[in-house]
């Protein structure tokens, strides 16, 4: 099973492809910058197409997308909330099951607390995934890694509580 973890963002969204066979195994990772556009068309253009390009070159079998989290700035609430929808729409128009995580659950997974910080998160990806330091991994497709991984790994050891998450079936949307 290969999976895309996507962690939008408001400038910068991350993506990150994890496979499982026996062992998880790294694919790919990168982010897609789109803070000179900041708002806009164009900037939620640019994620989508970015996306579906991703999508149609690794092939993966699933999406998993960070669950928004609602801060004080209720303006970035809305940036943030287009670009889940670009990833979410790259998901129905490749026909992707689609799972939302929460970042503490993320974190819970990844590192074993729910407030691990982004270095604690970025070297347990590197760990569980066996990879090396020489590798450039931006805070952002880290953190898209550890979507994908917490999904296979919730995945392969589902919990009670995961019946309520279950996969998003897109219908056939034509582009």
Known sequence: ??????????????????????????????????GALKRGPERLALIYAKLLAVIDQHQPDAMSLERSFVAANVQSAFTLGEARAMAMLAAAHRGLALFEYAATDVKLTIAGHGRADKAQVKTMVRRTLGVDDGLELADDAADALALAICHLFRARFPRAEARSRRPLVPAQVRP
Do not use: C, H, K, W
């Open 1 to 34: 099973m290969r999976v895309i973890g996507v962690d939008p963002g408001n400038s910068v969204t991350g993506f990150g492809l994890v496979e499982r066979s026996q062992s998880l195994s790294y694919v790919a990772s990168g982010t897609i910058r789109s």
